[in-house]
Every structure is written in structure tokens, then in C-alpha cells.
């Protein structure tokens, strides 16, 4: 193998069945799939064979980030959320060819409003600027590096922001890789655009004051 592809998931059955259908039009051979599940329950019927499922029975992606890392044997690793997609294509070609030992991919929401392009500027521009990586952007990283950083903290929220800074650490240069990944915007028109942004920033501002992951994590996924 020489890569694993890590997906945390809960209670999002829809969208990780659509992962999948994409994931083996990819042709995944000497590629892994690591499916860790918050929920506790036993393997999904409809998981292909050749996936390998844990059950972290907690939802905390932090901590599910985590073990999906620890399983991986390969010597890269691309962590993707449940909803991410690659609308050009498969990324592995440039996975495979490339050097770089930490990467992301071109963010997109699947909303082509002035709005979400915006902000998706905004969030490739932080990547590159502040080497600070979301989990929608697509996160690529060597298995090396992954473990002189100590991996995701276990933590329920910001864990992608506190593994970007491990990184950054260790390593100065963050690959912009030129294929877009899409993301949902569900959430933002759920909630309101403007209010779920500034939601967001306030959130990320909490967090850098000290405040817990715990406590920042009931506010996020708190619904109207």
C-alpha cells in the first residue's frame, strides 16, 4: 500500500455511500480506506469487504482522526471528510507523484453563489498564508511527518486547526495541490450564511483564547 485514504464519519450514511461509489471509481489498487465510525453500531452492511471499518463508538473526530492514523501501514495519508469530492477526478495520479509531505487540496463549495466563493478564497488563502488546514480542504500528509507531529489531538472540535499548527512545526512548506475539492454548503444555508460564518470566526477566536474544544464543540453543533 502507498496510501491510505481516512474518513471519520457519523451519522451521515447518504453522503459516505456516495464516498464510496467515488472511491472505487478511483481504482484503489495498493490504496487502503480507513472508515472510523462515531456511532456505536456494527459494520454497515453496505461497506465494501476491502474497506477497513473501526468502531471508535464515541463522536469525537479527534479522537477518530487519530485511530484511523494509527492503523494506516502506508507512507502517505489523505484524510477526507464523509462529504468531500473530487468533481475532475481522481486525485491519486498527483498523491502518487508528488514530494511534498504536507498538502491540500483547492477548496470549492458545491454552491456557486458570490458568497461561498468568497469564502472559499478566503480558506485556500489561509492554508497557504497561515499554514492552517481544514478538514474540507482535504488534508494530505506523510505517514513521517504525521507521527513526528503526534498526530490529531483528541479533541471533539478544532482538531484540524491544532494538527495544522503541529505541522507547521515541523515542516515550513504546505502544497497547494491545483485540483479542487468540493465541500457541502448545507450547513451554512441551514443556519444562515452570514450567521453560520461569523459563528464560525467567533469559534476559531474561543479557541485561540484557551476556551475548551468541548465546550466550543456543543456551540457548533447546537441547531436553531
Known amino acids: ?22 472511491l472505487e471509481r478511483w481504482g484503489l489498487e495498493h490504496v487502503a480506506v480507513v472508515i472510523v465510525d462515531g456511532e456505536q453500531r456494527k459494520r454497515p452492511e453496505w461497506l465494501p469487504q476491502n474497506f477497513h471499518y473501526s468502531n471508535n ?20 495519508l489523505l484524510f477526507l ?11 491519486l495520479p498527483v ?10 487540496f483547492t477548496l470549492h463549495f458545491n454552491d456557486k453563489s458570490r458568497f ?13 498564508k497561515f499554514k492552517l488546514i481544514f478538514g474540507d480542504q482535504g488534508l494530505f500528509v506523510t505517514k513521517t511527518i504525521y507521527e513526528k507531529s503526534g498526530g490529531f489531538p483528541v479533541q471533539p472540535l478544532m482538531e484540524d486547526f491544532e494538527f495544522s499548527r503541529r505541522l507547521a512545526k515541523i515542516d515550513s512548506e504546505f502544497i497547494q495541490f491545483p ?6 454548503a448545507r450547513k451554512y444555508n441551514r ?8 459563528k464560525m470566526q467567533c469559534l476559531k477566536l474561543l479557541y485561540l483564547l484557551g476556551f475548551s474544544p468541548t465546550i466550543l464543540s456543543r456551540l457548533y453543533y447546537r441547531r436553531r
Open 191 to 198: 443556519e444562515g450564511r452570514f450567521k453560520t460564518f461569523f
Open 57 to 76: 463508538g464515541v463522536p469525537n473526530r479527534g479522537q477518530q482522526l487519530r485511530l484511523g492514523g494509527s492503523v494506516a501501514q502506508s507512507p502517505k
Open 116 to 128: 461561498f466563493r468568497v469564502i472559499a478564497w478566503g480558506s485556500n488563502l489561509r492554508a497557504r
Open 1 to 22: 500500500m502507498w496510501l491510505t485514504i481516512i474518513v471519520p464519519i457519523f451519522h451521515d450514511d447518504p453522503a459516505v455511500k456516495q464516498l464510496v461509489v467515488e
Open 95 to 104: 498523491l502518487r507523484e508528488t514530494t511534498a509531505k504536507v498538502g491540500f
Open 179 to 184: 485540483l479542487p475539492i468540493l465541500t457541502s
Open 81 to 91: 471528510h464523509a462529504d468531500s469530492r473530487f468533481p475532475i477526478g481522481s486525485p
